[in-house]
């Protein structure tokens, strides 16, 4: 919708996906994303389940850290597209 609008990416506007989907890379241009490891995920479930099993563990907090998948429809900020934006 962007480049039917006349709108380039990434000089225009960048677009940033989540979950690293796994045809967003056949995007045109490539969608950057931030890629959240399922199995990152599975894994600290299960653990924070059995050690809440056994009792050891009475409010959980789960971190995972995302990995930004960097693809073609990030851009560099320049001033002249800060400068657009603000228009």
Request: glycine letters at 10%; charged letters at 20%; one cysteine or more.
């Amino acid at each position: 919708a962007l480049q039917e609008a006349g709108m380039q990416i990434p000089d225009d506007v960048s677009i940033v996906g989540c979950d690293n989907i796994c045809f967003g890379e056949y995007f045109n241009p490539p969608l950057t994303t931030l890629d959240v490891s399922a199995r990152e995920m599975g894994r600290q479930i299960v653990y924070t389940l059995l050690q809440k099993g056994k009792g050891i563990m009475s409010t959980p907090r789960i971190h995972i850290v995302p990995q930004l998948v960097l693809r073609g429809s990030t851009g560099v900020v320049t001033e002249k597209t800060y400068s657009k934006a603000n228009t």
